[in-house]
């Protein structure tokens, strides 16, 4: 599978340059620029090329019906953004519930070309 995904990512243009740090058990993968809902199948691309699972977090609406085990099986993890709780420490609590984790984030916080990203970041 990771030698077919391999050949969609360099068909389609893409090529990857360096070397991910698969040995890294923990770590916050920055995804950037996300400008469009194509980042999504490409970053799942991405990882299949790789070989490493990397998750991420999504508005808790996506993990419903009729998709939401789909999300969830390839490592998407649902926020409730509008719940009165620190999102900071609750995250930093899946890091310490999971012995592999490798969080991808967007900056931007949003899929339309940006300047600058958000101070919060």
Same mark, same amino acid.
């Not at 967007?106 to 300047?115: A, L, W």
């Given at each position: 599978?990771?030698?077919?995904?391999?050949? /969609?990512?360099?068909?389609?243009?893409?090529? /990857?340059?360096?070397?991910?740090?698969?040995?890294?058990?923990?770590?916050?993968?920055?995804?950037?620029?996300?400008?469009?809902?194509?980042?999504?199948?490409?970053?799942?691309?991405?990882?299949?090329?790789?070989?490493?699972?990397?998750?991420?977090?999504?508005?808790?609406?996506?993990?419903?019906?009729?998709?939401?085990?789909?999300?969830?099986?390839?490592?998407?993890?649902?926020?409730?953004?509008?719940?009165?709780?620190?999102?900071?420490?609750? /995250?930093?609590?899946?890091?310490?519930?999971?012995?592999?984790?490798?969080?991808?984030?967007?900056?931007?916080?949003?899929?339309?070309?940006?300047?600058?990203?958000?101070?919060?970041?």
């Amino acid at each position: 599978m990771q030698r077919f995904a391999l050949f /969609i990512y360099k068909a389609l243009g893409w090529k /990857i340059k360096g070397r991910f740090p698969k040995e890294v058990n923990k770590m916050v993968v920055i995804a950037a620029p996300h400008t469009s809902w194509h980042d999504f199948y490409m970053g799942l691309l991405f990882r299949s090329c790789i070989g490493v699972t990397i998750n991420f977090l999504g508005k808790k609406e996506l993990f419903k019906w009729p998709f939401g085990w789909y999300f969830r099986k390839v490592g998407g993890i649902p926020l409730d953004r509008f719940k009165n709780e620190n999102k900071v420490d609750r /995250i930093a609590n899946m890091f310490k519930e999971h012995e592999v984790f490798r969080l991808a984030l967007s900056p931007e916080g949003t899929r339309k070309k940006v300047e600058n990203w958000k101070t919060g970041f």
